[in-house]
């Protein structure tokens, strides 16, 4: 048996219905389920490992003893960033799948089409695609210059 390899840093989400959520994730953004582990004295998912575009996240059933999910929380401080080579087709897709739309997808002032979505579960996701490349410099002019708001390219 080979062992998983996991990387310096992941993030470990907590959904209700997390098998619920593994579909989703698949549909939304393609992940695929590494494994996922049974709690034996109800048939829930208390932990499963997928892959995303080259990352590794965690998820797990709510247990409100020891971790409580946004949906309980009523909602969250946590965005998750994926980068992709289409935003306006993952966001689609993602839209199809069951997210709603937080942020409509926009040309940034930081070089990059962003867009954010909340999962049916209660996380978010921030949707982005390089479509300039911006120094952090001119990044630094151009938030100045909108007065440290975080205004799009059409204002």
Aim: charged content about 25%; overall charge negative; aromatic content about 10%.
């Amino acid at each position: 048996m080979s062992k998983l390899s996991y990387p310096p840093l992941s993030a470990s989400l907590v959904v209700k219905d997390a098998k619920a959520a593994i579909d989703f994730y698949g549909r939304a953004f393609g992940a695929t389920e590494r494994y996922h582990l049974t709690d034996p004295s109800n048939g829930t998912i208390g932990h499963a490992e997928l892959d995303l575009n080259g990352s590794m996240f965690m998820l797990g059933e709510e247990n409100p003893k020891m971790n409580k999910s946004p949906r309980t929380l009523g909602g969250t401080p946590v965005k998750f960033c994926l980068m992709v080579d289409d935003a306006d087709a993952l966001f689609e897709q993602a839209i199809a799948a069951g997210a709603t739309s937080q942020m409509p997808l926009t040309n940034m002032f930081y070089g990059y089409r962003t867009g954010s979505l909340l999962d049916p579960f209660g996380h978010e996701w921030l949707i982005q695609a390089l479509i300039e490349e911006v120094s952090p410099e001119e990044m630094q002019r151009r938030w100045n210059e909108a007065g440290g708001e975080c205004k799009t390219e059409e204002g």
